[in-house]
C-alpha cells in the first residue's frame, strides 16, 4: 500500500476542519428549537423577551482621508437570558439574523 502524497493528506485534513467547524449551534426554548441563522422575530416569539438586550451599532457612512465614501456598518444586537443551570445563554444577532448562540458559564 502507498502513502498519500502530502498534498492530497493536507487537502483531506483541511476539508475535515472545515466541514466540522461549518455546523450551526441550536438552543432548545422551552420545547421549542431556536437554530443560527434563525430571524430575530422568529427568536423572540419561541424564547420570549431577553432580560438583557444591547445594541450596538451602526457606524454611520463617513467620507475617508482621501474623500472616497466609506459605507455603514451593520447593527449588531445581544441578547442575553437568565441562567439555567449555571448557563447564561447570550445571542449575537448581526441585521437581525441570529449568528452566534453562545454559552456562559459564572
Not at 485534513?13 to 466541514?19: V, Y
Not at 441563522?37 to 457612512?61: N, S, T, Y
Request: include cysteine; glycine fraction near 12%.
Amino acid at each position: 500500500m502507498t502513502a498519500l502524497p502530502r498534498s492530497l493528506f493536507a487537502a483531506l485534513l483541511l476539508g475535515l476542519a472545515l466541514s466540522t467547524s461549518a455546523q450551526a449551534s441550536t438552543l432548545r426554548c422551552g420545547t421549542q428549537l431556536i437554530n443560527e441563522g434563525d430571524k430575530m422575530d422568529a427568536v423572540l416569539e419561541k424564547c420570549g423577551a431577553p432580560a438583557k438586550r444591547e445594541v450596538i451599532g451602526p457606524l454611520p457612512p463617513r467620507r475617508g482621508p482621501d474623500g472616497k465614501f466609506i459605507p455603514g456598518g451593520p447593527t449588531f444586537e445581544v441578547w442575553t437570558y437568565p441562567p439555567q443551570n449555571g448557563a447564561t445563554r447570550v445571542l449575537r444577532f448581526r441585521e437581525g439574523i441570529l449568528m452566534l448562540i453562545g454559552t456562559e458559564f459564572r
